[in-house]
């Protein structure tokens, strides 16, 4: 089960890598050294703006 996972995650990301001619391994880096680590800010920022509203 958890073996099928990866293999579809290493496939995806193997895919992504070809589409965009970066291939796997850069893919995997822009992916979860850039992008992961910006939508998880970027939902805290949206997070306690909203927070803010409400307590205002």
């Known amino acids: 089960m958890i073996e099928s996972l990866f293999n579809l995650c290493v496939y995806i990301l ?3 890598g070809a589409v965009t001619g970066m291939g796997y391994m850069l893919a995997n880096l822009v992916i979860f050294v850039a992008l992961q680590p910006a939508l998880i800010v970027l939902f805290f920022v949206l997070w306690r ?8």
Do not use: F, G, Q
């Open 49 to 56: 703006l909203e927070r803010r509203k409400r307590l205002t």
């Open 14 to 16: 193997e895919v992504i």
